[in-house]
């Protein structure tokens, strides 16, 4: 009798067993992709609770998905997956979780092909822990020491292209935040003044020297400045025409350098000065 009770005790445990992973596997495979909380969205946004895939139109090229996050109650952010185009060995394929009010809350590297003991760095908590908590609320964003107040990452040493490639694309993320929260301004690409500079290529005294900035006019159909020339300055010394100083921006090994021109009346090259640049060494 008791091994009869036994055998239907078990028979019982075995069916309740049954019925219930039955029953799981029909609810997580009935659960809509957007109620499902993939641990690698949670990993970049830890106070997560909801994330749901968004469309939007004019979601930038580089950008694949962009994830609503909510804390249960709230919507707090988003989540980013983005591919940066521009790695040493490839493309790099990230996640990154970033506040309505633009602080960055992590970043994870999905997939890259950058060098061996350089560029794989972009995969390491230090690097990681560089980027995260980074304020770029106000549009700035670069990459030097780390001050993430002010929207500064930290650089990968010895790996200024790895470095640049994830900053030029968080700067693509920034500029789609910016239109999805009106608390974060888009990336703000200055130009800045080098008069300090203009002494190296003028053979005068700065202050025997007027400048005045070439200036479009609204009429104009084709825009003298472009992503390579950024200001045009026409140079007097006294009464007289000098020169012009053209302010130039190219794509270098390790990412902008910035250039300057002096040219005379007949466009010809009286000079040219490497105002900034971060190639590598040697």
């Known amino acids: ?15 309740v067993s049954v019925a219930s992973i039955y029953g799981l596997n029909k609810v997580f495979l009935g659960l809509n992709s957007e109620d499902y909380v ?47 185009k521009e790695g040493f060995g490839g493309d790099i394929h990230l996640l ?8 960055i809350k992590g970043l994870k590297v999905l997939e890259q092909s950058e060098t061996e003991g350089y560029g794989v760095f972009v995969e390491t908590e230090e690097f990681i822990n560089g980027v995260k908590d980074v304020n770029v609320s106000t549009g700035k964003i670069s990459a030097g020491e780390g001050n993430k107040e002010n ?9 200024t292209v790895t470095t640049n490639a994830v900053l030029n694309e968080l ?6 935040l910016s239109t999805l929260s009106n608390k974060v301004k888009p990336v703000a690409e200055e130009t800045p003044y080098y008069e300090t500079k203009y002494k190296e290529i003028l053979p005068n005294n700065l202050s025997e020297y007027t400048f005045e900035e070439f200036q479009e006019s609204a009429k104009q159909t084709d825009s003298i400045y472009n992503e390579f020339v950024k200001r045009i300055v026409k140079v007097k010394y006294g009464e007289n025409f000098d020169s ?38 040697g």
Do not use: C, W
Request: proline share 1%; no cysteine; hydrophobic share 40%.
């Open 1 to 15: 009798m008791n091994k009869i009770k036994a055998i239907i005790t078990f028979a019982l445990v075995l069916i």
């Open 171 to 176: 700067k693509n993320i920034v500029n789609q």
């Open 96 to 103: 990154v979780g970033i506040s309505n009010d633009g602080i």
């Open 244 to 281: 012009y100083i053209l302010q130039l921006t190219a794509k270098g090994y390790g990412g902008k350098i910035d250039l300057m021109l002096r040219l005379n009346y007949e466009y010809r090259v009286f000079d040219m000065l490497v105002v900034s640049h971060n190639e590598t060494e």
């Open 151 to 159: 929207g500064q990452i930290t650089a990968i040493s010895g790996a």
């Open 38 to 84: 993939p641990s690698q969205y949670a990993e970049v946004f830890a106070e997560g609770k909801e994330f749901n895939e968004i469309d939007i139109k004019d979601k930038a090229e580089t950008i694949n998905k962009i994830i609503k996050v909510s804390d249960g109650s709230n919507h707090i952010g988003y989540v980013f997956d983005a591919i940066s």
